[in-house]
Structures are given as C-alpha cells and as structure tokens.
C-alpha cells in the first residue's frame, strides 16, 4: 500500500487521480526532481528545492514551494522507507485545462505529485564500475531545465540498455556534455574536469558537490568543455547522480578502462563521508 502526495493530501495510490486534461500529460509541461534519503533524511534538501524553485521560475510557473519541504520526509516515513535508502520524485505542472498552447488561465492549480520507493543501490556500480556508450545528444536546448518531457533520454538511455549499457554519454559538437540521468566528469593528468554550467546541461546536485568536495580537498579541478577525441587519453572517468552517487566507469563503447581509479575512489570516499555527516 503506496502512500503518495497529490495537491496537499496524502492518500494511497489508487486514490490519486489526476485529469487527462493536465498539461503535464499532454504537453510536457512541468518539470520534477529526485531527492534521495538515507536512513530517512533527505538529502541535499536546500538544493534540490532550490533547484525546482530555478526550473519553476525557467518554466514561467509561480508555485509557493514551502509547504512542500516537509513532503519528502513524510513519504519515506508514511511508506516504512526510513531503515533504508530510498529515492522521492516530486513533479510540477501547470494543472489540468482545455487545449490551447498558450498558458492556461491565471487561476488554474498548478498539479504537484510526489512519491517515494527504496532504492537498493547496485554494488556493480562501483565495482567493477558503469557500463556506458556514447550517443548523439538529440535533446532540445534548454537541458539546464529539469522538465519532465525526457523522450530523447528515454530513446539514448534505451539504445544503453540494449547495448547491455547502464548509461549513456550524450555527445553535441565533439562535446561530452553530460549522462541521460548524471553528469560526466574525466581525470586528465589528475585533474578532474566537468562541463561547464550552461543550457546544454543540467546543474547536478551531486556534480556540484563533486567540485566543492575537490576544491575543499585540495583536488583540482575545472569547469571545461571534455572533447569526444580527448576521452581516450582519459586516466579515469565517471559519472555523478542523486541515484548513482559517484560511479566509475568500467567500460565505455565495449573499451574497458584502467582498473586504478584513485581519483574516482577519493571521492566516492568523501561523498560517503558527507552522507554520513549530514544524514546521521
Ligand atoms: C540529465 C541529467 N543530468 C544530470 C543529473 C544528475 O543530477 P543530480 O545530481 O541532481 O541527481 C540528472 C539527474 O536526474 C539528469 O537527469
């Protein structure tokens, strides 16, 4: 029995229901997040609320979000997920309405959705590490914008898993830019390099406190274009995400990479650390 939040209530699942006029159904229009809880506190709150406050304000979509923080919480505790880790997804759109492109009128409700389920993190995701290939990135050009309409990362995510791939790497102008659900980040001569923030990505909780954790651990680091042409000189590669956590890359395009990793490990290492201080 699901426990979820729809419009201020919590009921269970099969009580939830939403129009088929909502906008988020038929135009994509909304936008979402994933926060992750260990041991039934959420982690990197601030963050991933600011995060939605910033796609809500791209998005042109004024929600008041404050009587939302505590909805997190109370779904892992509401669906018995505090011993574990689990992952809640809270969605935004702009509410149910007859079709017209132009925004609906001012006084519709905007439809707020969340729920939460245990995530049992894959131990192959560290060892021996992500499976991963390169694919053309055929998103629109607003990636920095946590929307819900992801039909071009379900069509690159699939051609993974049909590759026996647990991600891929979207590649625009020689430009590795970023995963179909992570950031991208490669070690060159110990250096750990990311892409910059810009409209071709999107600005990850976890890719942002890679940096912080590098720049604080004297790591170095930079925010730069990795060019598809450069990654075979590439000592190390990895991803980050609220669900993957840092995880290394084992493979990439059936080329299996060095087994050192100690970059990668470091900070893993110090991710785990910050987990455990701030989720205590
Ligand atoms: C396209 C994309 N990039 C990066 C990320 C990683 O972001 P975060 O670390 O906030 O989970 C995600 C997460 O879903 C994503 O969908």
Redesign the pocket.
């Known amino acids: 029995m699901t426990t979820v939040y729809l419009n201020g209530q919590f009921l269970r699942l099969e009580q939830a229901r939403i129009s088929p006029l909502d906008r988020g159904f038929n135009y994509g229009d909304g936008v979402y997040e994933?926060v992750r809880a260990y041991r039934g506190r959420p982690f990197r709150l601030e963050a991933h609320f600011a995060?939605l406050a910033d796609s809500l304000a791209k998005i042109r979509l004024g929600v008041y979000l404050s009587p939302l923080t505590d909805v997190p919480a109370r779904l892992v505790e509401e669906n018995g997920l505090g011993g574990g880790d689990a992952l809640i997804y809270l969605q935004v759109t702009r509410g149910a309405a007859p079709r017209q492109h132009a925004f609906p009128p001012p006084d519709t409700k905007a439809t707020i959705f969340a729920y939460a389920w245990e995530l049992t993190p894959n131990p192959a995701w560290s060892a021996p590490g992500l499976t991963v290939i390169l694919a053309p990135d055929e998103r629109w050009a607003r990636?920095d914008i946590?929307v819900v309409s992801l039909v071009a990362?379900v069509l690159a995510h699939q051609r993974a898993a049909e590759r026996g791939a647990q991600e891929a790497l979207l590649v625009r102008d020689g430009v590795v830019l970023?995963?179909?659900?992570?950031?991208f980040f490669a070690v060159f001569e110990g250096e750990v390099r990311t892409a910059s923030l810009s409209n071709y990505?999107?600005p990850?909780?976890?890719?942002a406190l890679v940096l912080e954790l590098c720049r604080e651990h004297g790591i170095p680091c930079r925010e730069t274009p990795i060019f598809h042409h450069e990654l075979a000189q590439a000592e190390e590669l990895f991803v980050?995400?609220?669900?993957f956590g840092v995880a290394p890359i084992h493979q990439l395009d059936g080329r299996t990479l060095p087994e050192a990793r100690p970059v990668t490990e470091r900070l893993q290492r110090l991710l785990g650390e910050t987990i455990a201080r701030e989720c205590a």
Not at 204 to 207: K, M, Q, S
């Open positions: 994933v995060r990636c946590k990362n970023e995963g179909t659900l992570s950031n990505i999107l990850g909780v976890t890719r980050s995400s609220t669900s």
